[in-house]
């Protein structure tokens, strides 16, 4: 697992790309508007907590980071899914190198650059973000660590591990792999029997705590969430296979996929090599668990991102083998070239300005980053014409989050949760006390039309207002129901019963 050639060289090209694709990004990520998901994760970082009830708390740590330092916009956000991102595509060098040699570590950086998914995830801060970057580094130490047959590394490679459940809990399939890695190589035998792979699993338990501590005083309601939560909605749907292929093909694209779906299974039939056996360690178990659970789960198109890397290495390795056959490296340009064009398509994909007529039906229905500001100034006139003082609910977390960001002053807005359905993360702040008695102005998504559906049992009165409809010039991304809603001095809102501490003012 040494590498062969050009390391100079090579690190120096490396880090040219790498600071490269992180500038351009950072420059793009003041382009667009946030997505919910990135506005969410940035209200948790407004209350900065050990961890949050449907994910663990790197992300919003890293968000508030920067925008402490630099004040908050959509730019400084987004830094923190650019800190992610370097981290990860340096690592994803560096194992690379120690695996297949300097060339094949170019070439995987390369792929990884222009897939979308890789390429996006240094724009969208999502708990994706840490996880990836956590898991390339711990990859990269294990195998430093084996080669070297120096325990130390495992320190950092425990730390590692932690820091990627920090982001996501998929990080912890990180520590079966590490020993499976260690078990399966002589040299990795020799360092099981001494403490240090012992002490690096004390380093990620450690690491991990503060997620520990949070949950131990709520009843474990993220476990429970992300556990039987998500075991309660298993169906055998055989139709999810398609969506699932699909989904993968359309963010990594589809060579560059069936590529990273194929490189790992043939790593495995050269288990007995240790670079071959380790990319194939960090990539197959995942690919499996998602192709077993596409029948009868939707499998999300971030889910596999941890198992690229490696993937993506044994791929570049594979393909330089070869390199000698034309239609190997026919193959190997097509699949580069046609992720990088999927990738501008997926940057472009916002602007509609820049793209033709024909693909706003397209990609209305899967905007999500427009009209927020157009929705925020109306909200706001209507707060406005009731006193200025009036609660903003958005009905689920996306408005309710947008909302909080775009809104004039960045109030703190409420979710669903006040008419008992589920508001994620939002019901941890819920005070039933500061709600009664106050007037409320309702948003509800078209997208998401079944939310709040209480709201006609709780308002009194409750006044429909002029909707806002979003457009994607002709093509419609959806429409907004707005309502003024007069919440009752004696209104029924239960706190969650997951909380265990008064809700922050």
Same mark, same amino acid.
């Given at each position: 697992?040494?590498?062969?050639?050009?390391?100079?060289?090579?690190?120096?090209?490396?880090? +040219?790309?790498?600071?490269?694709?992180?500038?351009?990004?950072?420059?793009?990520?003041?382009?667009?508007?946030?997505?919910?998901?990135?506005?969410?994760?940035?209200?948790?970082?407004?209350?900065?907590?050990?961890?949050? /009830?449907?994910?663990?708390? $790197?992300?919003?740590? %890293?968000?508030?980071?920067?925008?402490?330092? $630099?004040?908050?916009?959509?730019?400084?956000?987004?830094?923190?899914?650019?800190?992610?991102?370097?981290?990860?595509? %340096?690592?994803?060098?560096?194992?690379?190198?120690?695996?297949?040699?300097?060339?094949?570590?170019?070439?995987?950086?390369?792929?990884?650059?222009?897939?979308?998914?890789?390429?996006?995830?240094?724009?969208?801060?999502?708990?994706?973000?840490?996880?990836?970057?956590?898991?390339?580094?711990?990859?990269?130490?294990?195998?430093?660590?084996?080669?070297?047959?120096?325990?130390?590394?495992?320190?950092?490679?425990?730390?590692?591990? =932690?820091?990627?459940?920090?982001?996501?809990?998929?990080?912890?399939?990180?520590?079966?792999?590490?020993?499976?890695?260690?078990?399966?190589?002589?040299?990795?035998?020799?360092? +099981?029997?001494?403490?240090?792979?012992?002490?690096?699993?004390?380093?990620?338990?450690?690491?991990?705590?503060?997620?520990?501590?949070? !949950?131990?005083?709520?009843?474990?309601?993220?476990?429970?969430?992300?556990?039987?939560?998500?075991? &309660?909605?298993?169906?055998?749907?055989?139709?999810?296979?398609?969506?699932?292929?699909?989904?993968?093909?359309?963010?990594?694209?589809?060579?560059?996929?069936?590529?990273?779906?194929?490189?790992?299974?043939?790593?495995?039939?050269?288990?007995?090599?240790?670079?071959?056996?380790?990319?194939?360690? /960090?990539?197959?178990?995942?690919?499996?668990?998602?192709?077993?659970?596409?029948?009868?789960?939707?499998?999300? =198109?971030?889910?596999?991102?941890?198992?690229?890397?490696?993937? $993506?290495?044994?791929?570049?390795?594979?393909?330089?083998?070869?390199?000698?056959?034309?239609?190997?490296?026919?193959?190997?340009?097509?699949?580069?070239?046609?992720?990088?064009?999927?990738? #501008?398509?997926?940057?472009?994909?916002?602007?509609?300005?820049?793209?033709?007529?024909?693909?706003?039906?397209?990609?209305?229905?899967?905007? !999500? %980053?427009? =009209?927020?500001?157009?929705?925020?100034?109306?909200?706001?006139?209507? *707060?406005?014409?009731?006193?200025?003082?009036? #609660?903003?609910?958005?009905? %689920?977390?996306?408005?309710?989050?947008?909302? @909080?960001?775009?809104?004039?002053?960045?109030?703190?807005?409420?979710?669903?949760?006040?008419?008992?359905?589920?508001? +994620?993360?939002?019901?941890?702040?819920?005070?039933?006390?500061? $709600?009664? =008695?106050?007037?409320?102005?309702?948003? #509800?998504?078209?997208?998401?039309?079944?939310?709040?559906? &209480?709201? @006609?049992?709780?308002?009194?009165?409750?006044?429909?207002?002029?909707?806002? *409809?979003?457009?994607?010039?002709?093509?419609?991304?959806?429409?907004?129901?707005?309502?003024?809603?007069?919440?009752?001095?004696?209104?029924?809102?239960?706190?969650?019963?997951?909380?265990?501490?008064?809700?922050?003012?």
């Amino acid at each position: 697992m040494t590498p062969s050639l050009g390391k100079n060289e090579s690190a120096r090209t490396a880090l +040219l790309l790498i600071a490269g694709s992180i500038l351009l990004h950072v420059v793009y990520a003041g382009l667009l508007g946030l997505s919910p998901q990135e506005a969410y994760y940035w209200s948790w970082s407004r209350r900065l907590a050990l961890s949050y /009830f449907d994910h663990p708390p $790197l992300a919003a740590w %890293t968000i508030r980071l920067f925008t402490d330092l $630099l004040g908050t916009t959509e730019r400084t956000v987004r830094l923190a899914a650019a800190l992610h991102g370097a981290l990860f595509l %340096t690592f994803l060098y560096l194992t690379g190198r120690r695996l297949f040699g300097a060339r094949a570590a170019l070439l995987a950086l390369g792929f990884a650059l222009v897939a979308p998914l890789t390429s996006l995830g240094q724009v969208i801060i999502t708990p994706d973000g840490p996880l990836l970057s956590g898991w390339a580094a711990a990859t990269y130490f294990t195998v430093r660590a084996i080669d070297e047959e120096r325990g130390r590394w495992l320190l950092l490679a425990g730390l590692a591990a =932690g820091w990627s459940a920090l982001g996501k809990y998929t990080g912890f399939l990180l520590l079966p792999q590490i020993f499976l890695a260690l078990l399966l190589d002589a040299r990795g035998r020799r360092l +099981l029997a001494t403490p240090w792979p012992w002490l690096g699993l004390l380093v990620a338990v450690v690491t991990f705590s503060p997620v520990l501590a949070w !949950n131990a005083e709520r009843r474990w309601v993220s476990f429970v969430f992300q556990s039987e939560g998500r075991a &309660a909605t298993f169906a055998f749907r055989p139709v999810l296979v398609g969506r699932f292929v699909a989904l993968q093909a359309l963010l990594v694209s589809p060579l560059l996929w069936l590529a990273v779906m194929a490189s790992p299974f043939l790593a495995a039939r050269r288990w007995r090599e240790p670079s071959w056996r380790v990319a194939a360690l /960090f990539s197959l178990p995942l690919i499996l668990l998602m192709i077993a659970v596409s029948p009868f789960h939707w499998v999300k =198109g971030n889910w596999g991102a941890p198992a690229y890397p490696t993937a $993506l290495t044994a791929f570049a390795a594979l393909a330089l083998e070869a390199w000698d056959r034309a239609w190997v490296r026919a193959f190997t340009w097509a699949t580069g070239g046609l992720a990088a064009l999927a990738s #501008v398509l997926f940057h472009l994909a916002p602007f509609p300005s820049l793209l033709p007529a024909f693909t706003d039906r397209l990609l209305a229905r899967d905007e !999500n %980053t427009a =009209g927020w500001r157009r929705l925020a100034a109306r909200v706001e006139a209507e *707060r406005r014409a009731l006193g200025g003082d009036a #609660v903003v609910v958005g009905c %689920t977390y996306k408005p309710a989050a947008e909302l @909080q960001f775009y809104l004039p002053g960045r109030p703190f807005t409420q979710s669903s949760g006040i008419f008992g359905q589920n508001g +994620l993360e939002f019901d941890e702040w819920l005070d039933p006390a500061a $709600l009664r =008695g106050r007037d409320a102005i309702l948003v #509800v998504d078209g997208r998401e039309a079944d939310a709040c559906q &209480a709201r @006609q049992a709780l308002c009194r009165p409750l006044v429909p207002l002029a909707p806002e *409809r979003v457009l994607r010039r002709a093509a419609t991304v959806t429409t907004f129901s707005l309502w003024r809603c007069g919440i009752p001095a004696d209104a029924a809102i239960p706190p969650p019963r997951w909380r265990a501490t008064p809700p922050p003012r």
